[in-house]
């Protein structure tokens, strides 16, 4: 499976950018799917992640109350709505899915190719 990702760029610090996943055909079953950033020279952090039945959302702390995960089931989509950006947000962005692809698949990660947001102060 192919999970799309798009909506990086440039912005200054105060704007908004929004990411969006999709994963390229069907899941059997989705249990999550989040995204994460690395920047360099650093380790690579969940940024924020949605349990696909519930609904439950986590984040990293570094990004509570400026940035929103949501997702679009019948897409097989996620979303990351980021507000208030701040230079320390510049990163590759990943996209991540947990889940089966097909009734004979263990579960597994799937990744995007990621896509790139820099702020600049």
């Known amino acids: 499976v192919q999970l799309q990702a798009s909506g990086g760029g440039f912005m200054q610090a105060g704007g908004s950018l929004r990411l969006s996943c999709a994963a390229s055909r069907s899941i059997f079953s989705i249990n999550s799917m989040g995204w994460y950033r690395q920047a360099p020279g650093k380790e690579r952090e969940l940024v924020a992640d949605?349990?696909?039945?519930?609904?439950?959302?986590n984040y990293a702390d570094s990004v509570k109350g400026r940035f929103t995960i949501s997702r679009d089931n019948a897409k097989n989509a996620v979303y990351l709505q980021m507000n208030s950006l701040k230079p320390e947000d510049t990163a590759v962005y990943l996209c991540?899915?947990?889940?089966?692809?097909?009734?004979?698949?263990?579960?597994?990660?799937?990744w995007g190719q990621g896509t790139l947001v820099t702020v600049s102060s």
């Open positions: 949605i349990v696909y039945s519930g609904g439950g959302t």
């Open positions: 991540n899915l947990k889940g089966r692809l097909t009734r004979s698949f263990l579960p597994a990660d799937y």
